[in-house]
Every structure is written in C-alpha cells, then in structure tokens.
C-alpha cells in the first residue's frame, strides 16, 4: 500500500471485531426494540424498548422460547424457520401472542452477530405496526362498504346496509340524525337488542338534543368538528349530568367511548352520525376517528345518491302518467281519429276506431280500412287520398264506412297535414265524423225538391190550383229555411268539434312525439311497453341493437315472434310480475361485462286496472364504476391531513377540502370562486403567475416552500406540490395543489438550530481547558514509564479533537443558517492541503489505505480551513462506510475552467433514493448496514453549503455494494 509521501502502512490490530457486551450496550436504550436469541430460540437478551412494548419485565421475558411471544404470520411459518436456522430475515410481519386481550402486530427485521468466541446469536429489531395493520383493516371494510352501499337504490336499502356494517361490528350504538329547521330528527337508530332500541327512543323523547348548547351533538353541527371521547368513566358521567334520572339513566348504558362526527352537504352540516362502544375494555381511538369520519361522508354520499335514484324513479312515473293521460284523451273523444306517416300508411287509431269496427288489432284493422269504405265510395276516396298525400293539401270527403254489424253509415272525413318549419311533411291528422242523419236528412230534401219541380210543370196548366199549390211550395219553403238553417247549425258546431279535435289529436301526437323523441335520446337506455297480451306497443333506444332489437318496427308483435323464443320465456314471468301490478327492479349484466339497471313499472288507468307494463333498462356500468372511483376518491380527500385544493388555469378556487378549512380558516363557501391570491400574501404575489405558466405547459411543481396567509392573518410555512389537470384528451384543464403545514417544522429547525449553536459555544470553553490540560499532563509524561497513562492522553486527545470538530460543524451551521459564517479566501495549493489531511487522518486510522497520485501544485483561491474540512469530512465518511481493509482512492485534477476533487471508496454504496437527500440537514441513511455508525447528518449538509458558498458544486455517483465516489468542484484561482 501506498501512501502520498510514498511510506508503506500496515493493518493494526484495531479491526478486532466488539465483545458481545459492546454490541448489546449500542442497543441498551436505542428506542427501538431490540431482542436477542440464541440458535434455539431462546430469548437470551432485551432491551428496555421491547420490555415497554410487551408490558412485561425482564424476568418474564428472558430464558423464554421467542416464538411463546411472538407468531409468524406465514402459513408455512417460513420466517420463524429463517430466524432458527439463523438466517437474517428484513421487514416481516408478527402478532404478538403476549398480548392476548387485543391485536397486536411486529414488524421484525434480524441480524445474525458473531462474538469474539465464534458464538452466534441472532438480534431482532422490532417496531409496533398494531395501528397501522388496524388502520388497513377498517380501510379495508370502509371500502367494501363502499362498494355495498353503491348499489343501493333506495334510502331504506342504505340504511340497512349501513346499519348492518356498523353494529356490533364497529360501534354497540349507532344513530344517525338529520337538522330539520330548527330541530333534530332521529333517522336511524340501531343496536343488536331490540329492547334496547325502544329504550332509547323513550330516553331521545325525554331528553331532546338542546341545539343551543355548546357542548355535544350542538357544537359538532355549528362546528363540524368532530366531539371524540375516548374514555369515559362514571365520574365524569356524574360531572356533566345534574339531572339524576337522565345521570341513571346513562350510567345504565354502560358508556366506554364516544364519537360524534357531522355529515354534510356542500357548505352546510345537515346532520351527525353517533358511534358509541359499551362493551368494557372496548375504546375508540384516533384510527377508530378516522374511520368514523370517513364512514359519516360515506353515509352522506350513500343518502345522496339514494335520493337522487328515487326522485328520478317519481319523474319516470308522472311522465308516464302524463304519457297515459294524453292517451286516454284521445279514446274518450266521440270520433274516431287517426294519423299516418308523411307516405300515407297509418300509425295510429284511436279507441273509437276499434270499437266501430270490432277490430280489435292495429296491423289487421291497417290492413282492412280500405275494404270497410262502401264500393260506391271506394274509388272517389282512393283518388284523392293520394293526391292529397303528393301535394300535401288538406281536404274533406264524405264517404260510407261499414260498422261491425253490417251497416254502411255515412261519414265526414278530415285530414291535414302537419308540416316542420322547413315545410316538409312529418305527420298526417285526420278525423272521421258520423254524419249519417244528417246526410239522410240532405238526400230526402233533395228528393222533396225534385217532386216539387214536377208538381209545378203538371200545375202550370192549372191556374185555378197554382195558387193553392204556391201556398203550399210557401209553407214548404218556409220549412225548408228552417231545416236549412238547422242544418248549418249543425255543421258550425260539427266544425267547431272537429277542429277541437285536430287540436287535441295534434298535443295527443306531440306528446307521443316528445315521448318517442325522450325515449331515444336518453343514453344507454332500452324502453319497452307491453301490452296485457304481452305485445309490444314500443320499442325505443340507443341499447335496442346491443340488446337484441335490431328491427324498426315492433309495435303489435310478440315477443316471441321477433327473437329467440328463449329469451321471452327467460322474461315472461317479469312480464307477468308487471303486468299484476307489480313494480321492481333488476340488476343485470351482460355477456361482455355490462352492468344494466332494468326497472319494471305497472301502468295503471284512473280505477287502477293495470292496461300496460313498463320495462326501463339503462347501462349503469360507467356510473358503477363512477361512484366507486368517487366515492374512494371522496374519501381519500376528505380523510388528507394536507389541504387540497382544486383550482383553475386563471387560479380561480374549484374544490376545498376539510384539511383546507382547518389549515386556513376558510370554509369552502368562503374560498370557492375566489381567487387563490386571497391565501398568498402580497410580496409573494409574484409566485402565482410563475406557477400558472409551469402548469400550462405541463410542468408539475413538487415540495415548493413558501408562506401563506390564513384568514385570521397568520403566515404558515408551507410545502407546494402543484400537478395540472388533464382530460381524457390530455388537454389540461386545471390545477390541483397539495399544501402541507411545515410551519412547526421550520420553527423546529430554528430553535434546533439556536440550541445547537448556543450548546456548542459553550462546550467549546470547557472544551480548550479540557484540550490544554490533556496537553500539559501529556508533556510531563513524556519521560514517564508508565506507558498506560501516555497513551491514554493520546487517545483522549485523539477524541477531544473529535470532539472539537464536531462542535465546529454545529457552529458552522449555526452560523451558516443565522448568515453568520464568513468565507476567508487566501491563495494556496490544494495538493498540498491534501496531502496534510491524509497525513492527519492517519494518525487516527490504520484500518484504511489512503491513495492520492500528487502530481502538480494546482493554485485555488478559497477559504483554506473550509475547504480542508470538506475533505476531511469525505475521507472520514469513506473510512465509516467500507469495509476495513479497503483502499481510498483521493484524486485532484483541472478539467476546463474548473478544479474537480474526487473520494471513491469501496464500500456498501448509496441506494438512488438516499441519494436525492443525502445533503439535506440533518439527513442520514437508515439501512441495517449502518445502524452501528455513529453520525448526525451534518457533514454533509456542511460540506454542500461551504462548497455552494465558493460557487461550486458537490454531488455522488455510488451502486449499493459496489462503494460510492463523492466530487466536488471549485473555479479556478484567476475566478
């Protein structure tokens, strides 16, 4: 091996691995803890940490088997055969079968020692998990409840889901109650006992919640803060109640723990959900909190979407009667009305057609109206409906329908067509009125008059009876007036009639349009009406082909007749469920994964009689997985720590959650459409355009420290990360930011970093007598025999100048932070300075090779003293974390217009992650590797600051097991 100055070095006998009792005295008061175990499992020592954590003394727990305390969790129990075999195990999972009365968990890692006799033993470095596994497990059934309550389409469902996942599972207690006005109304209200149920809605009458009060259930709805009582004993029961009976009444309960959260809507507390334990020894705790308030959000979004579902069911149901009612408008007019397609072939008649004929079939009585015309009629009515239909010109025409007993009666047909704004055709009216009588009427008058004419022509050549018979055309005449007159009479008020009728035909069909047109236009939806026969009477929607209609027109057909006969006997029985009155609903899913909500709806005429049945099928797959994403999502907002708010591109507040409203002071009504300049104080007003640029072009801004103003005017210390919001088009959209509280922690910093700079200042006093003591004892010493006492001092005055350093550091980032500590430049040759340090380091260390090619003096102009402890600082860190043994490798050399130094050791290497964070203050990597070096993660930070401060850089390449090589750079002596 190879010094600088050429000098061969040696290995002392320094690398002499620790006695046992040394490595157990590192861990003694570590506050982890810390079990050993010999090759048999037995418990062989502990620290106090694991004592605290099992409850039990050291007699109790040494000279045990390990696994009688702790159980692996592994079916095959494959890490309590690792830990026998004496083979390291990291980060595995144990109950702890002390502790029988609750769960507890054990995150265990090992690490197998050998002493200086070759004995073997394994440690075991454990941490408490117990509340994060339960935090895993009500996470857990908070999801599934999640996904339970999603699918209830009515508020009662929701209630008895939301009961049955509570109690006694969660809660012995659970009551759920909604503000009405000025009052509370008791919604739900469950235990197992139902004697117990009654007993309490007798003790809820006696005692009503005061909403004035500032305690309770009061202070949760004003504040929406929730009221958690963890423990609650007789004393305190007696304290609060002064009313003896209500006191008793309590006391009777048996209460162990409560908590009260509010549920809310929007910006408003609509109500509470109470959770009460009263089983002895069962308390809640702040994971149990957490999951309450989670589980009260959850309740408010289940009521909500129940409530929702059952307004839109009522809105279907008045359509329908509405539809009904234009309906039945339409039967009960006294003529007989029906409508075509622009082309002339019929689409409708109406009940008085059916009842004429005695046709009961749509498609039949369409195929027969031509041949019910008389065949006097027929070849006049089929000349002029076509031109009517080409030109589109309304027209009237009286021709003979033959009835359904036979008989030929005259009628007065109307037809017109109704036109778009584009003046094309969409829909042809027409009435058919019975005229008979007054058609009969028409044709004797004409008869009498043709007789008149002749009686005239045979009395011309009488004069002595023409006038007689003048006096008798007279009074003929004058009957004929009035007939006439009754006649146009008649026709003035058939004409009004007709006209009301096309009026009534024209809404009768607009509302059938409307229903057509709705029925079509809702997405994903399929709408069938079924006739008591179980005939179609429509088919309409966008799922009529992905279900199975591909045809155009199914009104009158069977379902039978158009599809597979399979399906509709896999049906009829839904439809027979129906059509007896009976309304429900049907979730099913396709063969593809399709998620479809069918609801069946008895229609009903005005005496109840069902006439038709309803079947409504909407695919809900993509609101199933909506309302669990959000619901999940909802839930990991509400339940953040940090505030998280939405807002847009022009920074205008979208979303503000409760973590929002605690941290700034701000109810979402407050903040909501304000601008979020309202939170950034005004010599940072700045800040905000720089980000909203970032974010426009897709840049996310992460952990950006800064201040924010609350509403009460306070500054916070904040962390930032700012991500854009994109859609499905990756256009970005808005903002979301993520604010964390670090105002504790940076006053954390502060005062750490004052203590440490007053501390050691004032160490350094006693520090320099201790030095010149040591100094002074060791000169007299110098012709001493005693070589004990010589070498001694020199180990005490190996530590106190460790100890020097040390404080040094602390001072310097003392003074570093305060902006106290001055940069002394001065021109001198680096090599050397070195060279020196080497020289130092291995007075101290002879476990080491230090290896540093000096070639040519290379001239900087920095703070000599500085830069010297960088470097010391790197050589030190290169000998703590490699193996003894191992070579270090220093090299200095000019690259361009800068000088680079460069540590490489061989030693266990930096994990990528530890690297980002391995110049921060304080910082230190926490691996098994480097449990047992001492260190508190300042010099480093140092280091970096020294160097920035003299405009350079600092940085590490490193591979974990393959060592690190540490660089830094300064300019060169002429910058």
């Not at 079916?75 to 990291?90: P, W």
């Not at 409504?616 to 907002?637: D, G, M």
């Not at 300049?677 to 005004?682: D, W």
Request: hydrophobic share 35%.
């Amino acid at each position: 091996m190879t010094t600088p100055k050429g000098q061969s070095k040696q290995s002392s006998s320094s690398n002499k691995p620790a006695d046992h009792g040394e490595y157990q005295q590192v861990h003694d008061y570590s506050p982890m803890g810390v079990l050993g175990m010999d090759a048999a499992g037995i418990i062989t020592y502990a620290n106090v940490a694991a004592l605290l954590y099992l409850d039990l003394g050291k007699q109790d727990v040494l000279g045990r088997y390990l696994f009688d305390i702790y159980q692996d969790t592994t079916n095959d129990r494959i890490n309590e055969s690792k830990l026998l075999k004496q083979e390291e195990i990291t980060d595995r999972e144990f109950t702890v079968k002390a502790s029988p009365e609750k769960e507890r968990w054990a995150l265990v890692s090992s690490k197998v020692y050998k002493d200086k006799n070759g004995k073997v033993e394994t440690y075991l470095f454990i941490r408490d998990i117990s509340a994060l596994k339960k935090k895993e497990k009500l996470f857990s059934y908070l999801n599934k409840a999640a996904e339970e309550l999603a699918k209830a389409r009515d508020t009662q469902s929701a209630l008895d889901q939301i009961s049955r996942f509570i109690v006694p599972k969660f809660a012995n207690w659970f009551s759920i109650d909604l503000l009405k006005e000025d009052r509370m109304e008791l919604l739900l209200l469950k235990h197992e006992d139902p004697e117990k149920i009654k007993w309490a809605y007798e003790y809820r009458s006696h005692y009503p919640t005061d909403l004035n009060s500032n305690t309770g259930t009061a202070l949760v709805l004003k504040t929406g803060k929730p009221s958690f009582v963890p423990v609650i004993t007789d004393e305190m029961v007696e304290a609060a109640v002064t009313d003896p009976v209500q006191r008793k009444a309590i006391l009777d309960i048996g209460l162990q723990s409560v908590i009260t959260v509010a549920m809310s809507n929007k910006d408003r507390n609509t109500g509470v959900v109470s959770f009460i334990s009263s089983t002895p020894g069962r308390y809640f705790d702040e994971t149990d909190l957490d999951f309450a308030q989670n589980f009260a959000s959850l309740i408010g979004l289940a009521l909500d979407n129940t409530r929702l579902n059952e307004e839109a069911a009522n809105e279907l149901i008045l359509r329908k009667q509405s539809e009904e009612q234009f309906r039945f408008l339409l039967d009960a007019i006294p003529h007989k009305m029906w409508t075509s397609a622009p082309d002339g072939r019929a689409t409708f008649y109406n009940k008085g057609w059916y009842d004429y004929t005695g046709i009961n079939d749509f498609e039949k009585l369409r195929e027969q109206i031509w041949n019910l015309i008389h065949p006097d009629d027929l070849a006049s009515a089929a000349e002029q409906w076509p031109v009517a239909v080409k030109t589109g010109i309304s027209m009237d025409m009286e021709h003979r329908f033959r009835r359904k007993d036979g008989e030929y009666r005259w009628h007065l047909s109307r037809f017109s067509a109704h036109k778009d704004e584009n003046g094309q055709i969409i829909l042809w009216v027409g009435t058919s009125t019975d005229i008979h009588e007054q058609k009969l009427a028409d044709l004797e008058l004409s008869a009498a008059n043709e007789e008149l004419t002749s009686a005239n022509e045979e009395l011309a050549a009488v004069n002595e009876e023409l006038a007689s018979t003048n006096e008798e055309l007279a009074a003929v005449n004058e009957e004929l007036a009035t007939t006439n007159e009754e006649l146009n009479s008649s026709e003035e008020e058939l004409q009004t009639t007709v006209n009301e009728l096309v009026l009534a035909k024209e809404q009768v069909e607009a509302s059938e349009q409307l229903f057509r047109s709705i029925a079509v236009n809702i997405p994903k939806s399929l709408i069938i009406v079924i006739g008591k026969d179980h005939r179609f009477i429509t088919v309409e929607g966008d799922l009529m082909v992905k279900m199975g209609f591909d045809s155009k027109n199914y009104t009158g057909k069977h379902p039978a007749e158009v599809g597979p006969p399979e399906r509709y006997y896999a049906t009829r029985e839904l439809y027979d469920r129906v059509l007896a009155g009976e309304q429900f609903n049907e979730q099913r899913t396709g063969a593809t994964g399709e998620i479809f909500s069918v609801d069946f709806v008895p229609l009903k005429n005005d005496k109840g009689e069902v006439y038709a049945g309803l079947i409504i099928a909407l695919e809900i797959t993509e609101i199933k997985q909506a309302e669990e994403k959000s619901a999940k999502l909802a839930a990991i907002v509400e339940s953040s720590d940090d505030a998280i708010i939405g807002k847009t591109l022009e920074g205008i507040v979208t979303s503000w959650n409760n973590a929002a409203e605690r941290m700034f002071g701000y109810n979402g009504s407050e903040m909501i459409g304000q601008s979020i300049l309202k939170l950034i104080p005004e010599e940072r007003h700045h800040e905000e355009p720089h980000i909203l640029g970032q974010l426009r072009n897709g840049i996310r801004l992460e952990h950006f420290e800064t201040q924010r103003m609350t509403k009460d005017k306070k500054m916070l210390d904040v962390s930032l990360t700012v991500s854009p919001i994109k859609d499905s088009r990756g256009n970005i959209i808005g903002i979301s930011k993520i604010a964390r509280d670090i105002t504790e922690r940076k006053r954390d910093e502060l005062r750490k970093s004052d203590f440490i700079g007053m501390v050691s200042h004032e160490l350094k006093t006693p520090l320099t007598s201790l030095t010149a003591l040591i100094q002074v004892a060791n000169s007299k010493l110098k012709n001493s025999e005693d070589t004990f006492l010589s070498g001694a001092l020199a180990k005490a005055n190996i530590q106190v100048k460790k100890m020097s350093a040390m404080i040094n550091g602390f001072l310097n980032i003392s003074r570093l932070e305060s902006g106290k500590i001055l940069i002394e430049k001065q021109i001198f040759d680096l090599t050397e300075l070195i060279v020196e340090i080497i020289d130092e380091t291995e007075l101290t260390v002879s476990t080491h090779e230090f290896r540093f090619e000096q070639k040519r003096p290379i001239i900087v102009n920095t703070d000599r003293d500085k830069i010297g402890s960088v470097i010391t600082n790197l050589l030190t860190n290169a000998v703590k974390y490699s193996p003894k043994g191992k070579v270090v490798e220093i090299k200095c050399e000019v690259l361009k217009n800068e000088i680079q130094v460069s540590i490489h050791d061989n030693g266990i290497g930096i994990r990528a992650e530890d690297q980002e964070k391995l110049f921060d203050r304080y910082y230190r990597v926490e691996t098994t590797n480097t449990q047992h070096i001492s260190g508190f993660g300042i010099g480093l930070y140092l280091s970096a600051e020294i160097i920035q401060r003299h405009d350079g850089k600092i940085w590490v390449k490193s591979e974990p097991g393959k060592g690190s090589t540490f660089y830094f750079s300064l300019p060169t002596a002429g910058k």
